[in-house]
């Protein structure tokens, strides 16, 4: 289950998940190991795992994002003093 279903995400963080996701597509390296994953659950008619390897790499994404928010608040609070 998605961590979603517990808490809703704002519209920017949809928008900064989006974003990092495109970023990693837009390399080789990221549509390859999409087209490859793809196939993968084409051949073996595993759309449960493609479905938990997407959930994962969004929640990675969020995780990511939040640690950089926190981040910046900590620095902010530094600069603050």
Do not use: P, W
Not at 1 to 9: A, D, T, V
Not at 28 to 34: A, E, H, I, P, Q
Not at 51 to 78: C, K, P, V
Request: hydrophobic share 35%.
């Amino acid at each position: 289950m998605s961590r979603n279903n517990e808490r809703i995400l704002s519209d920017a963080m949809i928008t900064d998940i989006k974003s990092k996701m495109l970023d990693e597509l837009d390399t080789n390296d990221g549509k390859c190991t999409l087209v490859d994953t793809i196939m993968d659950m084409y051949l073996t008619d595993d759309f449960e795992s493609f479905r938990q390897i997407i959930i994962e790499n969004i929640e990675h994404y969020e995780d990511d994002i939040i640690l950089t928010l926190n981040m910046e608040l900590n620095e902010d609070s530094y600069d603050a003093n």
